[in-house]
């Protein structure tokens, strides 16, 4: 494995090319952190040295004093590193300055309080679509969702929406492999995807929760990327699925808002620019 370069365009002055001295342990630090996210998956600590440019016994240190920091957790079964939970914060710290997110949030309150039902905000992960907001809702519902959770790709309408509208050449390599393993499932997977793609959202009944359905819709910007997904999800028995039902609109109605926002703060933006 290489070592990660480290950025250095800009000194602390914020003048680029202007060299500024810095601590140089917490530049190796640095090295460490960005050779996981450069990863996109839990790492050894071998592993985790050798891609960071480190002698297994000098990155030691560094990983003691992040994981104390909360920067780094290791799992006690395999001794993997994965982000911590500051880490967490600051991503989501990250993603409250995110147009899409903002403009998301409270269409989102509205739409769980008019529907009843839950509705979550969803974004890409490395390891699949993580919930980044749980909006609950009047209709009781038993599932295990919150903030943080990873949707699966095959069995929720969340994970088929992320997959239907991300070109596969954009696929991290974690979600190759929760593809079907047969022929037969990857073609039943490839018809709920072009599914998916026809009415422009996804949804699922009764999987994964037995007695739980949902529905699926996408959040593009101007350049037709994926932003985020709006999930909404309630008891199989009260939630219409139908692909021009109430709910499915609703859904559809509040995606295109949010879009639609982001475009007006992107154009406000380069205007006062």
Known sequence: MNPIPMDGAAGASGQPGRASRGVQSVDVA???????????????PGDLAALAGLP????????VSLIR?????RDPMSGDYAPGPMTLRLSLLHLENDPAYRAAVPRVIALARETGFCVAICTRAPQG??????ERAAFPLHVNLHVGSVMSLTATSTGRA??????QAQWPQAWHEQMPATPAERERF????????????SRSVNTPSPSVSSLCAPVFDASGRLRLALTAIGP???L???????AASELRAAARAIAAQVDADREVGEVSA
């Open 30 to 44: 640095a090295r460490v952190l960005q050779a996981l996210a450069q990863a996109r998956r839990p790492l050894g």
């Open 56 to 63: 297994p016994a000098q990155a030691h240190p560094y990983l």
């Open 69 to 73: 920091l909360g920067l780094l957790k």
């Open 129 to 134: 679509p993580v919930v980044v907001h749980f």
């Open 162 to 167: 992320f997959c239907a509208f991300t070109p």
């Open 190 to 201: 490839n018809a709920l995807l072009e599914e998916t793609r026809a009415h422009g959202m």
């Open 236 to 238: 199989t028995a009260a």
């Open 240 to 246: 219409d699925v139908a692909w021009e039902g109430a």
